[in-house]
T-cell receptor, first 115, second 113 residues
Framework: NAGVMQNPRHLVRRRGQEARLRCSPM?????VYWYRQLPEEGLKFMVY????????ESGMPKERFSAEFPKEGPSILRIQQVVRGDSAAYFC?????????????FGSGTRLTVV | TQLLEQSPQFLSIQEGENLTVYCNSS?????LQWYRQEPGEGPVLLVTVVTGGEVKKLKRLTFQFGDARKDSSLHITAAQPGDTGLYLC?????????????FGQGTILTVHP
């Protein structure tokens, strides 16, 4: 009974490259959320997706960032033309419903370092 | 300004001591969650509180949700080194903000043997 799987665990990119972060939700969970954790800012919501739909992307930067959750396969968080300020831990969470009292299960995260 | 204010930010205690972590806000929440995060890992859900005045116990951890659903506390009895970690409270603001958790800044707890 695997939990939320994120890969890669660590990702190093040079400035200007693209970063692709993958998240496979728990079995039976159809709701996926992405959060970013910066050392000085804590965990911040980025985007909430269901299969083939973006429900809430109010926390996503307007440029360079995009997310998808296709009918088949993992959810992908894509960062184009990365800059040093994108260095952070990116966490994915999933839930069986959109109601929080069922709880969210987080993955172990992808630590992105931009050099 | 943080929507959820946690205090203290840092807590360093000896094994066997008791401690309380607070999570306060001026907003009303439909539910509130507490997570524990260890270095290099994602947050792990400890508890969800839903009803004002609710008290939940998880072994040596006691969670309380304020009557007005604006604040919460986490009390640990007889802390152990294994309790060391980052404790986070989180909540949905309510209304149609489903799936969008707001986190407090966290309390870094260190329990010395």
């Amino acid at each position: 009974n695997a939990g939320v799987m994120q890969n890669p665990r660590h990702l190093v990119r040079r400035r200007g490259q693209e970063a692709r972060l993958r998240c496979s939700p728990m079995k039976g969970h159809s709701h996926v959320y992405w959060y970013r954790q910066l050392p000085e800012e804590g965990l911040k919501f980025m985007v909430y997706l269901q299969k083939e739909n973006i429900i809430d992307e109010s926390g996503m930067p307007k440029e360079r960032f995009s997310a998808e959750f296709p009918k088949e396969g993992p959810s992908i968080l894509r960062i184009q033309q990365v800059v040093r300020g994108d260095s952070a831990a990116y966490f994915c969470a999933s839930s069986p419903s959109d109601r929080s009292f069922y709880g969210y299960t987080f993955g172990s995260g992808t630590r992105l370092t931009v050099v | 300004t943080q929507l959820l204010e946690q205090s203290p930010q840092f807590l360093s205690i000896q094994e066997g001591e008791n401690l309380t972590v607070y999570c306060n806000s001026s907003s009303v929440f439909s539910s509130l969650q507490w997570y524990r995060q260890e270095p290099g890992e994602g947050p792990v859900l400890l508890v969800t509180v839903v009803t004002g005045g609710e008290v939940k116990k998880l072994k040596r951890l006691t969670f309380q949700f304020g009557d007005a659903r604006k604040d919460s506390s986490l009390h640990i009895t007889a802390a152990q080194p294994g309790d060391t970690g980052l404790y986070l409270c989180a909540a949905e603001v309510g209304g149609t903000s489903y799936g969008k958790l707001t986190f407090g800044q966290g309390t870094i707890l260190t329990v010395h043997p």
